[in-house]
């Protein structure tokens, strides 16, 4: 029998929400295609009750999230870096550039790292003039909305998503809409990384359909988003005027994404932090 | 603290004829204009727009002086001027520019009990407040930020800043002299210039803080102060050359700057309401835990964004409490603000006096038990509320969900700590929380899970310029003084 005939077995793509994979309420789908224009995915197309769902999930999560050790959280951003590294192969197959899997791999590892260290750098102590202990921690603010950037599909939606997760956020997720399949193999690395169900939801779907769902819900705290034109950062921006949402839009491109000293740093974590500022009295 | 002692144990101050204090009002004259301009590029002017407004003391009645309000012309006049003065006061070396913010402090601290007086006299606040928070606070927020302008390579590891440019500063009634300080204090020593605008209410601090600018020599346009109401406001918030908004005031009006500010890339930051839960825990020492309510809610009217405005006492001390806190309120003076005894001032304005009232209705009409218990006739003229609390409220009635912005206290209960945790996150606000009692591992454990960004430990309604203020959820966003504060007037460069 030759070895020819054998039909190969093709992955079904779904959502990933709250640790499952669900397909898409809508019953909808796009197509991937490969250079030479053949059917290589059929991918969910999310829709606005998919998100919904995505951010009850996300509610429910985040307080356990939260309350898991800033050690905790670190290894679990670096067990996503083990399986993202161990599913590099299929990572290229989807599409991806080598450097952009390795980078995308070590920006983990950085947050993985930040994760017991950000408090100490963005909270204080603060000298105030009278008997009192005072200090500035720095707390999650909930439940984040992600938008990534249709380019560098695993890069940009890691980027996003690391510093929120790193602060004890849980996050609702739309992947790249033009290149989506990056999005539904990440949704694999997570199921086997140790997240917490609901902590990380990720989404396929097209950002045109979904962004003002992500802006309008009084149950989203803020958002993440990047690779938007000026009208997509408007209407986030006005999830502002709903429930005051903490909206930030990062404006890189191409390239950017790849920039350390932006990307690697502290201060992508701060946007998603609440600062709490303690008095209590000292004995007198 | 025994539990069981509930009633008779504390026995009711009784002061016979010395409770009939002699009235000790503050004497030293202030000087009001009759007339005061749109301050502009180092100069009053009159209003463009011609328009005038009255600005009264609230605990008389009587006219104090006419301001001008700005209109678009004029409010365009003062974004040009903060524009055109923004290269050179940005070039300016660091350390001279924290001369300008030290020297005002030093001035304001020379001037403060005529400061205090007039802050007295425009808004009604207790003269013992003005004396000895808003003035002095104020004076020690430009003090303390004068020290940082030429630290902030250190305030950002690893960043370069720069300003943001030309802020558009909105400041409420409640702490009017106070509010312009923490606008202006860190705009300035980050490298920004200001237009600021003072509540319609209570303009006069801020056009004497003008004076002051002017004595000490602090370049023309760096700061403007346009007065006017709401169209004010919002002319300013809308200027397509402003680079930031800030703004403190009510959730509603800061939700309409945000949609304003949509797609613009201005930077906002948003000071807004709260419905601050105040907790008592059955361990708590309740001489001092009923110090902290008063103070919680009573302080300024109760006319503060943080109040402790909802009391969430345990169960099993709750009668005793209710019993404490009567007392206590027998012993507040309501009255002449600038008498140095008085404890409550004036309501700040006809129209907030409604609002209040309005929400006292609502609250019997819910099913609320109301208690006034303090002593002594109001006056016949000017606008006061007797501090009040109500007992029974349920966490659905409006006075427990909503802001009252006066001398109202709600007061609920709770069996467990769980369930009080509970309830003080059972709000869209998240400002500020207050939490008694004598356990430190309880203390800590609400206190991380509690929603908001300022938590008095054992105290209330403390405040520093070195402490980071401002809210978590529908309370807003960005903080006001400590190193945080300068956030909101610096870009970061990598």
């Known amino acids: 029998m030759s070895s020819s005939e054998r039909l190969p077995i093709l992955k079904t793509f779904k959502l990933f929400i709250n640790g499952a994979f669900p397909r898409t309420e809508s019953g909808r789908t796009m197509i991937v295609n490969a250079a030479d224009g053949a059917a290589i995915a059929h991918l969910c197309l999310a829709s606005r009750k998919d998100l919904r769902n995505a951010v009850a999930a996300a509610r429910t999560a985040q307080s356990g999230w939260q309350k898991r050790s800033a050690y905790n959280k670190g290894q679990v951003l670096y067990r996503m870096a083990e399986m993202l590294e161990g599913k590099s192969a299929e990572f290229l197959g989807a599409g991806c550039e080598p450097i952009e899997i390795t980078e995308a791999i070590d920006r983990l590892v950085a947050f993985a790292g930040w994760a017991d260290k950000y408090p100490q750098i963005l909270g204080c102590a603060n000298p105030v003039a009278g008997p009192f202990h005072n200090f500035t921690i720095p707390e999650a603010t909930g439940v984040v909305g992600v938008i990534a950037p249709d380019e560098l599909p695993l890069l940009g939606l890691i980027s996003l998503i690391a510093p929120v997760l790193c602060a004890g956020n849980s996050v609702v997720a739309l992947g790249s809409s033009a290149q989506p399949l990056p999005t539904a193999l990440f949704a694999e690395v997570c199921a086997t990384s140790d997240v917490p169900a609901g902590v990380v939801n990720l989404l396929t779907g097209q950002v045109y359909a979904l962004i003002a769902h992500f802006a309008s819900p009084r149950d989203v705290d803020a958002i993440h988003a990047g690779g938007c034109n000026t009208e997509d950062t408007r209407t986030l921006d006005m999830g502002a005027a709903e429930n005051l949402k903490r909206v930030t839009v990062r404006d890189l491109v191409a390239d950017q994404w790849y920039q350390r000293r932006d990307c690697h740093s502290p201060y992508w974590i701060e946007s998603f932090v609440e600062m709490k500022t303690l008095w209590h009295p000292l004995a007198t | ?494």
Not at chain 2, 124 to 148: C, L, M, N, Q, T
Not at chain 2, 228 to 249: M, Q, R, S, Y
Not at chain 2, 265 to 288: F, N, R, V, Y
Not at chain 2, 369 to 374: A, D, G, H, K, R
């Open chain 2, 1 to 494: 603290m025994s539990t069981n002692s509930t009633n008779s144990s504390t026995p009711a101050l009784d002061f016979g004829q010395k409770w009939k204090l002699d009235a000790a009002p503050e004497t030293t004259p202030v000087q009001i204009a009759d007339e005061y301009g749109l301050f502009i590029n180092g100069d009053f002017r009159a209003a463009l727009s011609g328009q005038t407004m009255v600005t009264i003391n609230p605990a008389t009645e009587e006219a104090l002086a006419q301001f001008a309000v700005a209109g678009l012309a004029d409010v365009d006049a003062a974004v040009a001027a903060a524009r055109k003065a923004l290269p050179a006061w940005q070039q300016l070396p660091a350390v001279e520019r924290g001369k300008y913010l030290y020297r005002l402090a030093r001035r304001l601290q020379e001037r403060a009990r005529e400061f205090a007086i007039l802050e007295t006299m425009d808004g009604g606040k207790p003269i013992k407040e003005s004396r000895d928070v808003d003035i002095p606070e104020a004076a020690k927020h430009f003090f303390y930020h004068a020290g940082w302008a030429d630290k902030l390579d250190y305030a950002f590891p690893n960043r370069q800043v720069e300003p943001v440019g030309v802020c558009a500063q909105i400041i409420p009634w409640n702490f009017p002299l106070l509010m312009a300080a923490w606008k202006i204090a860190p705009a300035l020593a980050c490298g920004n210039t200001v237009v600021l605008k003072p509540a319609e209410t209570t303009p006069l601090t801020a056009l004497r803080l003008a004076e002051v600018l002017q004595e000490i020599k602090l370049p023309a346009g760096v700061v403007n102060i346009v007065t006017g109401g709401g169209e004010t406001g919002a002319a300013l918030a809308n200027h397509p050359d402003v680079n930031k908004v800030a703004f403190t005031g009510s959730t509603e009006v800061g939700k309409t700057l945000a949609a304003a500010a949509a797609g613009t890339g201005k930077k906002l930051t948003l000071e807004l309401g709260g419905k601050s839960p105040h907790i008592i825990m059955e361990d708590a020492c309740l001489d001092q835990a009923i110090e902290g309510v008063i103070q919680g809610i009573y302080f300024n009217q109760g006319h503060v964004c943080c109040a402790g405005s909802r009391l969430l006492v345990q169960e099993s001390i709750l009668a005793e409490v209710m019993q404490r806190l009567e007392l206590r309120m027998k012993t507040l003076r309501v009255g002449n603000p600038l008498d140095k005894n008085t404890d409550v001032g004036a309501i700040n304005s006809a129209a907030q006096l409604q609002i209040i009232q309005d929400y006292i209705r609502v609250g019997q009409e819910e099913g609320a038990e109301l208690c006034t218990p303090t002593q002594g006739e109001l006056p016949e003229v000017g606008f006061w509320q007797a501090p009040c609390f109500f007992k029974g409220v349920q966490p659905v009635h409006t006075i427990a969900r909503e802001e009252i912005f006066g001398p109202v206290l709600s007061v609920l209960s709770f069996r467990t700590p769980e369930e009080a945790l509970q309830r003080a996150n059972q709000s869209p606000y998240g400002l500020a929380a207050g939490i008694w009692t004598d356990k430190g591992s309880k203390m800590f454990s609400l206190a991380s899970r509690i929603k908001a960004g300022v938590v008095w430990c054992n105290s209330y309604n403390r405040f520093d310029a070195a402490s980071p203020f401002g809210g978590f959820k529908q309370s807003g966003f960005g903080r006001e003084g400590g190193r945080h504060g300068l956030r909101a007037y610096l870009n970061l460069k990598s």
